[in-house]
């Protein structure tokens, strides 16, 4: 299989994104309803907004697609009206960057649900970044931030590693994949043994 990107593989990442794109833009909505002073739990579901680029790269298998499913998703997600503004995308950006630097530490050979969650807390890690400039982290107590962190890093790790590797199994069965990734035989097996 080749490394390099395919017009097909670009193509396909970029529907992938289309569709998170949606799906966030209508999170911001869930996740200001689960906003409850000093409980933190929506960082819980902050995940979210990192998994196109998990779900793209499970499919896809090639470097470049995580970043470029996350970035493809932010600007969705701004043109779509995103009441983040701006900010989506820039996040987008660092969150894309992170997940793509789990998957090139694996060398782009590990296509489980602990290299996506991983990735998946890496992106978690480059939003925390971005919201430590904002300047409101430091106004939280410490073990106020420590939920904070704790949440989000739990959730992101949950949502891109077995959410998402559920949903691409799910689409692997159905035979979607088979686009840009031919499933064998032997894929089929090891996927019902698991």
Request: aromatic content about 14%; charged content about 15%; proline content about 2%.
């Amino acid at each position: 299989m080749s490394k390099g990107l395919k017009l097909t593989d670009i193509l396909v990442t970029i529907v992938i994104a289309v569709v998170f794109a949606i799906i966030y833009r209508l999170w911001g909505d869930v996740y200001n309803v689960l906003k409850v002073p000093g409980l933190q739990l929506e960082q819980l579901t902050y995940g979210m907004w990192f998994i196109a680029a998990t779900v793209a790269f499970l499919i896809i298998r090639k470097p470049g697609v995580a970043l470029l499913a996350e970035i493809a998703a932010a600007s969705g997600e701004l043109l779509a009206g995103s009441q983040y503004g701006v900010e989506a995308l820039t996040y987008g950006i660092a969150q894309g960057l992170c997940a793509e630097l789990i998957f090139a530490a694996f060398l782009y050979r590990n296509f489980s649900w602990a290299a996506a969650g991983l990735a998946g807390m890496a992106s978690g890690f480059g939003a925390v970044v971005f919201d430590y400039f904002k300047g409101y982290l430091l106004e939280l107590t410490t073990w106020n931030l420590t939920l904070y962190i704790v949440f989000r890093f739990v959730g992101a790790f949950v949502i891109c590693g077995p959410l998402a590797y559920a949903l691409v199994s799910a689409l692997e069965k159905t035979g979607v994949t088979q686009l840009v990734r031919p499933v064998n035989k032997s894929d089929y097996n090891a996927l019902e043994r698991k």
